[in-house]
């Protein structure tokens, strides 16, 4: 189960019902460590910020404003990052078919992408918020980041450091779900090709895990036309 670091907001006992909507749906996301369940939690929860942006509780800052910005941009690399491991996952695929077993080719793919990965974290780091900002948009902001990161670390070249997005939104490093053994293994299985690993077993893992990333694609991008949404909402109140 994902580990959230929850920033409480303290709601009026009166709270609109439409507010009480976006924080039942920031708790279910915080309770799942699912990806793609995630990626349709997000779907339904910016569903639910723009009816509450229709409230007076929905106020909007110029943080706010930045914040819509940079999850865009973020979303954008992401579904490049997973167009991009698609796109190896299958030149793999072929190459195995051809018997010509270009895993070489496949390994530097994966370092290029986990390059990108690290770039991105850094510059999230660089952007975050200030940690004394308390509003129901900003948790939905941090939720969203937190979301992101768990696919950026499911595509990245596994690392013994905690990852930067992971120090600003996690108390805990995410437990290891099948998606994220799923990853785990093709690595393992594309590295044990030249020791004459079953090529069938091969084609099996990797045909899963491009399933796994086209799911992630279809979601992210419905992900993206929310954030787009979002943005317009947030412009329009100002």
Known sequence: MASYHVRYISLPKNSHP????????LCQLKASSSISQNLSG????????????STEDGKCSDSSLD?????????SIIKDVLSQMTQSVQELQSSIRRRSNEVSEYMISRKKISKVIR???ADLKNNKKNDTEISLLAEVETTTLAVFESILSFV?????????????????????NEETSEVMEVDTAVKSLTKGI?????????????????????GL????????????????IN
């Open 18 to 25: 439409l507010t009480l909507a976006v924080e039942e749906q």
């Open 42 to 53: 997000l779907q339904k929860l910016y569903e639910c910020v723009e009816d509450f942006l």
């Open 67 to 75: 914040g819509s910005i940079m999850l865009l941009d973020v979303c």
């Open 119 to 121: 770039k991105c974290l």
């Open 156 to 176: 990245s070249v596994p690392t013994q450091n905690k990852s930067l997005i992971s120090k600003l939104t996690l108390t805990k490093r995410v437990t290891r």
């Open 198 to 218: 079953e090529v069938n077993n091969v084609q099996k893992t990797l045909k899963a895990l491009e399933m796994t990333l086209q799911d992630f694609e279809d």
């Open 221 to 236: 991008e419905t992900v993206f036309r929310c954030l787009i949404k979002h943005r317009v909402s947030l412009l329009n």
